[in-house]
C-alpha cells in the first residue's frame, strides 16, 4: 500500500454485514492499491461493528478505517462524515452490497488523472447486476422532464452496445462513483461537512450533488470499463416499501426546488406536476399511494427548511442550466427508449 493514497474508498454500513467480507474481498483483488478504506457504520445492531474491529486489527491486504456512529443517519450523514474524515485528491463511495471488478479502481483513477483542466467531477462505473450478471443494474443516473430519476440502461442486457461508450450523464449513481475532493469542497453546503445534502437522509441525494455541480460547470461521465457487481437494496431489503417511497417522494420535490431557479422551475412544473400525478396513480396501484402523498406532501410543507440549501441563481450560470435543460430533454427520450426496450 503506497503510504500516499490518492483515493479513499467510504463505505457507508447500516446492518450490512452479510455483505461485507465479499466486498472486502474484491478490494483486495483490485490492481490499482493507491487507496485506503474507510467505513463508517451507522450504529448497526447485527455485528457489523464487532467485524469491523477485527478487520481493522487483523486486514494486511487493504489500508482499513473505520468510524462508529452512535444512530443511524442515513446514507447523506454517513458518507458527510467519511468525506470529512479523508484528505485524498479522489473519493469513492461505495455501497456494501456490490464486488469490484479488479480494474474497477484503476479505470476511475486513469478518467481523472486524462482530466486535465480538471472539470470532470464525478465519474459513475458500469453496474452489473450481482445475481443476475448478464443484466445490467445501472449505466449513469439520467433526470427527465417528468422529474424522475432513473438508472440508465437497468435490466437491459450487459453487452449492450449503447452502453458499451463513455457517456456524460446527468448524475453519477453514489452506490459505486468516484469524485473529486476539490469540487465537493467547492460545492458543499453551508453546514459543517455537508456535502451530500444532510435533509435527505437517503435516495437522490446522488442525483442533488450532481445537479448543484452541473450549475457550477461541471462534467459527470459513465465509464463502461470501470465495472462493479450490485445486489441491489442491500439495506432497505427491496425495491420498493414505506420508507423509500415517502422519502424518495419528499426528496423529489426538495431536489427540484433547491436546484432550479424560479424561472427554470416555472417552465418545468408542468412536467413535474404529470410526472408526480402518474407516480401516485402507480404507487397506489402497489399500495403504496398514501406513502407517496406522504412524502409529496411533507417535501412541500417544509420547503423553508430545505430553502436554505437552495443554489443561488448567478447570470455568469446561465449557459450551465441551458446544459443542464437540454439534458433533461434528451433524457426524456432515453428514459421512454428504456422504458419501451424493458416492456415490449
Avoid at 470529512?84 to 469490484?100: G, K, W
Avoid at 412541500?300 to 441551458?322: D, M, Q, V, W
Wanted: glycine content about 8%.
Amino acid at each position: 500500500m503506497l503510504s500516499d493514497p490518492k483515493f479513499t474508498v467510504v463505505i457507508p454500513n447500516y446492518n450490512g454485514l452479510k455483505f461485507m467480507e465479499n466486498c472486502m474481498a474484491a478490494l483486495r483483488r483490485q490492481s490499482y492499491n493507491s487507496f485506503v478504506v474507510l467505513n463508517v457504520d451507522n450504529g448497526s445492531s447485527d455485528g457489523s461493528r464487532e467485524y469491523l474491529e477485527e478487520l481493522e486489527k487483523t486486514e494486511t491486504g487493504l489500508k482499513i478505517k473505520n468510524i462508529f456512529l452512535d444512530s443511524n443517519t442515513g446514507f447523506s450523514g454517513a458518507v458527510n462524515t467519511g468525506i470529512a474524515a479523508s484528505d485524498t485528491e479522489y473519493v469513492i463511495l461505495l455501497n456494501n452490497d456490490t464486488e469490484a471488478d479488479p480494474d474497477y479502481i484503476k479505470k476511475i483513477a486513469e478518467a481523472f488523472e486524462a482530466d486535465k483542466e480538471k472539470k470532470l467531477f464525478a465519474v459513475s462505473p458500469k453496474m452489473i447486476q450481482l445475481y443476475h450478471k448478464d443484466l445490467l443494474d445501472d449505466a449513469g443516473d439520467g433526470y427527465n422532464l417528468l422529474g424522475w430519476a432513473f438508472q440508465r440502461g437497468v435490466g437491459q442486457k450487459t453487452e449492450t452496445k449503447k452502453f458499451e461508450k463513455r457517456t456524460n450523464v446527468f448524475s453519477a449513481c453514489a452506490g459505486a462513483a468516484g469524485y473529486r475532493r476539490s469540487v465537493l469542497e467547492e460545492i458543499k453546503l453551508s453546514e459543517k461537512d455537508a456535502y451530500f445534502d444532510p435533509l435527505h437522509f437517503a435516495y437522490l441525494e446522488d442525483l442533488d450533488i450532481s445537479f448543484r455541480a452541473r450549475i457550477f460547470g461541471y462534467d459527470i461521465v459513465y465509464l463502461p470499463d470501470s465495472v462493479v457487481y450490485h445486489v441491489g437494496s442491500g439495506t432497505s431489503g427491496s425495491k420498493y416499501n414505506k420508507f423509500k417511497v415517502r422519502l424518495a417522494a419528499r426528496n423529489n420535490v426538495y431536489l427540484n426546488y433547491k436546484n432550479m431557479p424560479f424561472l427554470m422551475l416555472l417552465l418545468n412544473l408542468p412536467g413535474i406536476l404529470c410526472g408526480a400525478v402518474i407516480k401516485l396513480l402507480f404507487f397506489a396501484k402497489l399500495g403504496f399511494g398514501k406513502d407517496y402523498a406522504s412524502g409529496f406532501a411533507e417535501g412541500i410543507r417544509t420547503l423553508p427548511e430545505c430553502g436554505k440549501h437552495k443554489t443561488a441563481f448567478r447570470l455568469s450560470r446561465l449557459f450551465n442550466y441551458i446544459k443542464i435543460e437540454i439534458m433533461l430533454i434528451g433524457d426524456t427520450f432515453s428514459y421512454i427508449q428504456d422504458f419501451l426496450i424493458r416492456h415490449i
